[in-house]
């Protein structure tokens, strides 16, 4: 795998409109830069390259997120990933890259993580911007964790590249009140 360069974002909101959180919110994004093997030729049917590269990639990232994250894997209540396709690909390379074995490296750098973890993926040239869903860790279906994380780079993708994200997070937004209706 070639890759260019890791960015990793950290954020942690201790007040929202003027009101202090009272707990700890967090949130980390870590995403790298790598080549796309596939950019530029004719489209193929066998993915499995980018497949692969998920899987060593996914790890990597998360481990990173983690750090900067600073708290303990079991800690961490949210999760999500995405991808930015350079202009020389094609949107299934991002999907190859996030889906068929990206999450299970997530999840062990996390300790566990039932819930699916949402993605999102699109084509782009530099300075696109990475935002990246988060959800529960467990529950896809708890409001309070449902939020994003954003990742942007000037630099990136070029044409050739895939810029290639994890975000994670604790604490839920800061002032969740939103509930399912009955």
């Keep these: 795998m070639d890759i260019r360069k890791f960015v990793t974002t950290g954020e942690e909101i201790l007040a929202e409109r003027g009101r202090p959180t009272g707990r700890t919110v967090r949130r980390a994004v870590c995403a790298a830069v ?22 060593e990639i996914a790890g990597r990232l998360a481990t990173r997120a983690l750090a ?35 999450g299970a490296p997530v999840r062990a750098a996390i300790g566990g993580g039932a819930a699916i973890i949402p993605s999102t993926k699109t084509v ?43 975000g994670l997070a604790t604490g839920g937004r800061p002032f969740a009140r939103t509930v399912a209706p009955s």
């Design 34 to 55: 790598i080549t796309n093997p596939l950019a530029g030729g004719e489209p193929v049917e066998d993915l499995t390259e980018l497949v692969d590269l998920g899987a």
């Design 68 to 102: 900067a994250l600073g708290v303990a894997p079991e800690e961490v209540t949210a999760y999500g990933k995405g991808a930015i396709v350079g202009t020389d690909g094609e949107i299934e390379h991002a999907a190859a890259l996030i889906h068929p074995r990206f």
């Design 124 to 166: 782009g040239g530099p300075g696109t911007h990475l935002t990246i869903p988060l959800t529960n860790t467990d529950d896809i279906w708890s409001f309070d964790e449902m939020d994003a994380a954003e990742i942007r780079m000037t630099d990136a993708p070029l044409p050739h590249e895939i810029v290639v994200g994890v």
